[in-house]
């Protein structure tokens, strides 16, 4: 099959950043799982190693935004059973990759995307219980490990502290149910969800990270089906480099305030 895949036209209303579509496969399963990444190196290289061990039986779907480091080689993603690698170009982080994800996902015809970080932090053993949940009628899935049965392996006190004090109590509030692991990005979303016009999450205001705090609260308040299920996040031992994209007070700072956005509704589109 060609690695440059013709790209599906997206429905009229959406915002969906410019990007290199490398298809090394056809479509297999009714889920796929959608990770991003940039320059995680030897870290998504093993988490791929993983899953293609495991043998899931979904669709690998892989966003860079812009790795340099080699790790997105296109002959090794296609022996790590990767199916699609999508290329972000141009401005944008984290919510622009999950734009052009999401978009391709549901050009594709699948039912649901389980969103896992590329990182290597997180166990991927859990991504059958999401898909399960997906498939028996779950709309929006939050992995915790707070919940019983998950796992916080390492998890620096600063990050912890400001989980279970402050972030997870308002995007509970904001919710009106209570979350536990709000920053967590091992996740599940139903097709259902990510196409409704209520929700219209390929807007150009989902830049950041606000997909991450926006679709907790906005599939809760609409009423659909939401849930928490028990993951393991590991992070390397005390004195070693920690592996995130957030660094300094500045961008913890902007953190709260995309969360407070969308705790009260900012993010909400228009009524029509």
């Not at 399963?29 to 979904?58: T, Y």
């Not at 999508?86 to 984290?94: D, T, Y």
């Not at 393991?232 to 700072?253: C, D, F, M, N, W």
Request: hydrophobic share 35%; net charge positive.
């Amino acid at each position: 099959m060609s690695e440059h895949g013709p790209r599906p036209e997206p429905p009229a209303g959406w915002d969906v950043p410019a990007g290199d579509t490398h298809e090394f496969a056809e479509r297999s399963s009714d889920l796929c799982v959608l990770i991003p990444v940039i320059n995680e190196g030897d870290r998504i290289l093993g988490q791929l190693r993983r899953i293609k061990d495991a043998g899931f039986g979904l669709d690998v779907v892989l966003v860079d935004g812009g790795s340099t480091d080699g790790s997105t080689e296109h002959d090794r993603l296609r022996e790590l059973g990767v199916r699609t690698l999508l290329v972000k170009r141009g401005p944008g982080k984290l919510s622009a990759q999950l734009r052009l994800g999401f978009a391709y996902a549901l050009t594709q015809g699948y039912e649901g995307v389980i969103t896992v970080d590329g990182n290597g932090k997180d166990d991927v053993s859990a991504i059958p219980s999401f898909a399960e949940a997906l498939r028996s009628g779950a709309d929006f899935i939050q992995g915790s490990r707070y919940v019983p049965g998950g796992r916080a392996i390492n998890t620096p006190r600063e990050r912890h502290l400001a989980i279970t004090y402050l972030h997870a109590p308002v995007m509970s509030i904001g919710a009106r149910r209570r979350y536990t692991d709000t920053t967590n990005g091992f996740r599940g979303h139903s097709a259902a969800l990510l196409s409704d016009e209520r929700v219209a999450p390929m807007r150009k205001v989902f830049d950041t990270y606000e997909l991450l705090a926006y679709l907790p609260v906005r599939a809760a308040r609409l009423g659909y089906r939401c849930l928490e299920l028990p993951v393991t996040r590991e992070y390397p031992p005390r004195g070693s480099a920690v592996p995130t994209k957030i660094h300094g007070r500045r961008a913890q700072l902007d953190l709260v305030k995309i969360l407070l956005r969308a705790a009260t509704g900012r993010y909400s589109p228009p009524r029509r």
